[in-house]
């Protein structure tokens, strides 16, 4: 089973490197690694260079934006599955592919979408958080109103799921075009959440999660999704009821996370 870890970038030169090295140190090796970069102007496309052996596929240009980028990228992609890595993300150890795997072999001929773990890590804190992630439905994903419960980074989708969904968009969106494409994805295919370690997503200054933008894209991916043709009493219940089960398996992670902060 061939794996497809696509990572996208611009003027990434400050984490890049950790992003590769997370990637071509996993213990399973049929992966394709795709790269894409926006015409950096800083010391990125030295640093992939260094790293171009064990890299499957490099593509250099201008882009609209990440997800149109991500899509140059799915576009040459051949694996099986394919997930997407930032490029100021990494994969939480060396394991994490061979365990998705073994997963996936486990359970392929009845999902076509798998998502599992992911952690937080603090830039400015210096403080890695546990974030459990949860079995959850279309609906309740769209009702949640976020992509929290499965994430971006931690979810691989099959081919066939690209085969018949096709790419981000990219046009309408540059910032949420993630959240919108997992509705679309949920609504068509069962997804199953595996209890395993993939990325360790990192929270900074600069990020597009940090920058606000993701908020001011949330209501017209609602609006796209069907979110205002459910009854808003049903809306509400499938809210409270998925973000009290999200939250209660995170409040061991949350109550730890404050006493290491406290403690700093």
Avoid at 196 to 217: K, M, N
Wanted: charged letters at 25%; proline letters at 3%.
């Amino acid at each position: 089973m061939k794996i497809t870890i696509i990572t996208v970038c611009y003027n990434s030169e400050r984490y890049i490197e950790q992003t590769i090295r997370s990637v071509i140190n996993q213990t399973y090796k049929d992966i394709e690694y795709i790269i894409v970069d926006g015409m950096s102007t800083d010391s990125t496309p030295q640093i992939i260079e260094r790293y171009q052996p064990y890299i499957s596929k490099y593509i250099r240009g201008k882009d609209k934006n990440m997800y149109d980028a991500i899509n140059k990228g799915m576009a040459v992609s051949t694996g099986d599955y394919i997930d997407i890595l930032n490029s100021d993300d990494t994969l939480c150890n060396e394991h994490v592919i061979e365990n998705v795997v073994s997963q996936i072999e486990k359970y392929k001929d009845k999902y076509e979408v798998f998502y599992g773990e992911e952690q937080k890590y603090y830039q400015y804190l210096g403080i890695t958080k546990a974030r459990p992630k949860m079995q959850t439905t279309h609906m309740e994903l769209l009702c949640s109103r976020r992509l929290t419960f499965m994430g971006h980074g931690a979810v691989f989708i099959s081919r066939k799921v690209y085969e018949r969904l096709g790419n981000y968009d990219c046009d309408n969106y540059s910032a949420s075009s993630d959240f919108d494409y997992f509705l679309r994805v949920s609504k068509i295919f069962p997804s199953k959440y595996i209890k395993t370690l993939t990325q360790t997503f990192r929270v900074h200054e600069a990020s597009i999660t940090s920058s606000g933008r993701v908020d001011a894209e949330v209501e017209p991916v609602l609006r796209k999704n069907g979110y205002y043709e459910i009854n808003p009493v049903i809306r509400a219940l499938y809210f409270s009821w998925g973000w009290f089960r999200f939250w209660m398996i995170n409040i061991i992670p949350m109550m730890k996370f404050y006493y290491q902060k406290a403690t700093k």
